[in-house]
């Protein structure tokens, strides 16, 4: 049978992938353009690999450009932008794998992407489009050609009968598709996916490379399901016993690529971990805890109605009878421009002075800390409040998954499950992220969910001394709780950059209430990724209120920052 899937998986190599745009710039030559998008199906959110293959064979150099745009719900109110330019030398062929950033989620009913691919340059001209629909609360798949072509029909139907919306419609389709040699070698390709899907043999095919931003994925919350005929040898995969925040399953496989389509819709639909879509759409709407601790600000309105009362007092009747009175009505070319300026930058005063410059904000961060992989994976959510922004764009510099958040509705608020609209414009390049349009506003409330894998070396390790520990993080930790392998719990307090301490004991319910404190205070998706480190021996959890976090638009000062550490404690 191995070898039977084995055959599969080769043969999938030329069908798992979907191509977009293929345009001949020379049909003598074969000089030619390929756009390739390797998954089939768009995820809901994030980005969407796409690779792309310029073939010249002519005796002058080519340049292309590449222009994506994202939609949700056949509209363009709600979109993100991005483009790629690429050029191929005379005689060359160059080939390039892009991440493109995929439209926000948006409100409830939001559930058909669009992507589109404008193709200009010196090779010619051509568009095409592509559309992906996923169920309300279905879990967004990826399934291995090896798995899917046996298997889709079945998939599809099992998926119908247990995903289904308030409208009563279900997904197009229960997965996309992907060959395992093809696989992207960047996590951030995989951070609109809730679930990938393979078998032992695709695994072994994926690159050293993908496997990793696989694992990445995972400890970001990301599920691994493999499929075999045999028993699972583990730590013969290369895979980590501990999963991070995510999750790694090994369901029964019947027999030549043949898999139970009834069990693998349960195994996505994991129940405690809710779907990254729904998270999105319902965590931060309202009752989001840390929007309750930034708390609301009234819109000032007496001032501003007062100086429009005085301009129109002063524009009318006493412009007319006094400034330009009878006899002398030219000076109203004059004086009407001089008040009317007046009051605009009375007006632009009064903004200022309430509103100031740039913004402020809270965050609350989570972070993960895998010491064997020298990373930190983290969830960040931010919420701020904006006056005059001189400048709206920012740059992030370190890849990142960012997406506005839909917040309760006020006054201030751009972006609610009512209102989601706006252009989310994204340019990932060299490990920077570049993002244009509606992030931050003047004058308003936004909220951004943000993902992000960090090289760090900070740690918590054991020392030769009997019960001391070390922090190897170059910020101070507020309180660390401390669950040994015995399960027994301790917690120390002040802990100073590179330091040891000794934690002292504390009973169990002490510990847990402080800690389901911390839980509660995130919101429901990321509070059931915390909630998920906290049983595990072995296991500390940090509070820390100067640690660093993601940074985004440099106008906004940050009021808090209040992260939440978790990991293994480390062997010294």
Sequence with gaps: MRPLLLLLATIATASAQRSLIREVADTVTDTHVEVTALFTKLPPSGYFPVRVKIANNLKRNQSVRLDFTSTLNYSDELKSSSAFDFSAAAGKTITRDILVPICPTGGPDADNVRLTAQL?????????????????????????????????????????????????????????????????????????????????????????????????????????????????????????????????????????????????????????????????????????????????????????????????????????????????????????????????????????????????????????????????????????????????????????????????????????????????????????????????????????????????RGRIEKTPEAGALLSAFDFPIDTIYYRNDSGEWSVATGIAPGTKFRPTAIDEDSARKALLKQVRAFGDRNRKLMEGQLELPGHFVALASKAPAIETNAGIRWKSTQTVITGVVSNP
């Design 120 to 456: 200009t340059g010196s090779m010619g001209n051509a568009a095409e489009s592509i559309d992906s629909t996923t169920g309300e609360n279905q879990p967004a798949a990826l399934l291995s050609e090896a798995l899917f072509t046996p298997n889709a029909s079945a998939l599809d139907a099992a998926a119908a009968s247990s995903f289904h919306s308030r409208y009563g419609r279900s997904g197009e389709d229960f997965a996309g598709k992907f060959s395992p040699g093809e696989l992207p070698d960047d996590w951030r390709a995989f951070s609109g996916y809730d679930s990938v899907i393979m078998t032992d043999l695709d695994w072994t095919a994926c690159p050293p490379g993908s496997r990793n931003a696989i694992l990445a994925w995972v400890h970001l919350g990301g599920q691994l399901v493999i499929y075999s005929e045999s028993e699972v040898n583990r730590a013969g995969l290369g895979l980590p016993e501990d999963a991070g925040a995510g999750s790694i399953a090994f369901p029964p496989m019947a027999g030549a690529a043949a898999i139970d389509p009834a069990l693998a819709v349960s195994t996505v639909k994991r129940n405690r971990i809710p779907p990254i879509r729904t998270g999105i759409r319902s965590d931060y709407q309202s009752g989001w805890p840390l929007q309750g601790r930034f708390g609301q600000q009234q819109f000032r309105y007496g001032l501003f109605i007062a100086v429009l009362v005085l301009f129109g007092i002063l524009v009318g009747p006493v412009n007319l009878f006094v400034f330009a009175k009878s006899g002398r009505r030219h000076r109203l070319f004059i004086t009407t421009p001089i008040i009317s300026l007046g009051a605009s930058l009375l007006l632009i005063g009064l903004i200022v002075v309430q509103d100031g410059f740039g913004g402020y904000g809270m965050r609350r961060v989570l972070m993960q800390i895998q010491p064997s992989d020298a990373a930190a994976y983290i969830h960040q959510e931010q919420i701020s409040r904006t006056g005059v922004l001189l400048k709206s764009g920012m740059k992030i510099n370190t890849p990142v998954k960012i997406e506005p958040v839909p917040i309760m509705q006020s006054r201030w608020a751009r972006f609610t499950s009512a209102s989601a609209k706006g252009s989310y414009n994204l340019q990932p390049a060299d490990g920077v992220t570049t993002a244009t349009g509606d992030w931050f506003q003047s004058r308003s409330e936004q909220g951004q969910a943000i993902t992000a894998v960090i090289s760090t």
